[in-house]
């Protein structure tokens, strides 16, 4: 085994001993922080998982705004941090790629703490960030399907897991531009799920592989991604075109 898997297994490692001692020591004694109230939850996406992620965010939230760092340009580091995830996945780098990632989904979660922390609230802002998270994911799932594209079976996962993923975010986008947003909401898959368990899976890989068949983790996740995908945008779309129907008939 090179230096750099034990480099990646180090880190993998010290983050896992970091959430043991957040949910025995912190996570009991502390209440649920206010962005973690405004944003919707899940079994995957819970209230844990947040706050566990809020508290080792918390340090470098204070320097950037310290440092006067502008909500863009955070956006504009979560694409390069996508791009870069999508190369590592392209050659079989799973491990780094989930690590991309996460830094990715970082600085997602970053460009809007730092907006609300400097009362900035401008329509320019959240068209940036909506049109760069749609490439980001692109730019990762487009990684997955060259690295795939000779397995037909997981090429077809990978593809029906980006595409219903595109669609559950357009349909959102599509129903609040025509005023029907009660829809958009439904659903078990949203884009903070799908980085959840990419974030998870993706970097751990090398450790189950040691053990596991070749890449049966990546495949796993990419199986959840792609159900838990298909399922949300069924029901966002069923739900929202239900209730334009209703809309249309009173």
């Not at 590592?88 to 830094?103: D, R, S």
């Not at 949203?190 to 990546?218: C, D, G, K, N």
Request: positive net charge; glycine residues 8%.
């Amino acid at each position: 085994m090179n230096r750099d898997f034990w480099i990646l297994m180090s880190v993998n490692a010290a983050v896992i001993m970091l959430c043991i001692y957040f949910a025995i020591f912190i996570y009991p004694h502390q209440q649920i922080s206010e962005e973690t109230r405004r944003r919707p939850r899940s079994f995957i996406s819970n209230a844990f998982f947040r706050e566990f992620w809020y508290f080792m965010m918390e340090p470098l939230k204070k320097k950037l705004i310290e440092w006067d760092v502008s909500p863009n340009s955070i956006t504009l580091w979560g694409l390069v941090f996508s791009i870069a995830a999508g190369g590592f996945f392209m050659v079989g780098e799973f491990g780094l790629g989930g690590w991309m990632v996460i830094l990715a989904s970082t600085c997602d979660v970053y460009d809007g703490m730092l907006a609300r922390a400097k009362k900035i609230s401008l329509k320019s802002g959240a068209f940036f960030d909506s049109t760069l998270d749609r490439v980001s994911e692109a730019a990762m799932f487009g990684g997955l399907l060259w690295y795939f594209r000779t397995d037909t079976l997981w090429y077809w996962v990978t593809f029906g897991a980006a595409m219903a993923s595109q669609i559950v975010s357009y349909c959102r986008a599509r129903a609040e531009g025509l005023g029907f947003d009660k829809g958009g909401s439904r659903g078990f898959f949203q884009r903070a799920e799908r980085m959840i368990i990419f974030s998870i899976f993706m970097p751990l890989s090398p450790i189950f592989e040691m053990y596991l068949p070749t890449h049966s983790v990546v495949k796993a996740s990419l199986l959840i991604v792609c159900a838990g995908s298909l399922q949300t945008a069924v029901a966002r779309g069923w739900g929202i075109y239900s209730e334009i129907r209703q809309s249309e008939k009173s």
